[in-house]
C-alpha cells in the first residue's frame, strides 16, 4: 500500500509542478488559451468522473470502456 501511494504521491507532484509551468509558458503566447486548456482539462475530469458507477466493484470499475478477458 506505500509504494502504491508513494507513486500516486509522485505523479501528482509531477503534474503539479509540470502543468502550471506549461500553462505559464503559453500565457507569454496567449492568455486566452489558458483558459481554453483548463476548461478542457475540466471537461475531461468530468467525464471521467461520470464514469465510476455507483458501485464500483470488481469486473465493475468503468461505466464506459469495459475490457472484456476471455
Known sequence: ????????FTINH?????????FGLVW???P???FLM???M???SLIL????PLNPDQ?????IGKVETC
Open 1 to 8: 500500500m506505500a509504494s502504491t501511494a508513494g507513486v500516486a
Open 59 to 63: 469486473g465493475n470499475e468503468v461505466l
Open 14 to 22: 509531477i503534474a503539479a509542478v509540470v502543468i502550471p509551468v506549461i
Open 32 to 34: 486566452s488559451a489558458v
Open 28 to 30: 507569454l503566447v496567449s
Open 42 to 44: 475540466v471537461v475531461v
Open 49 to 52: 468522473a461520470r464514469n465510476i
Open 38 to 40: 483548463g476548461a478542457a
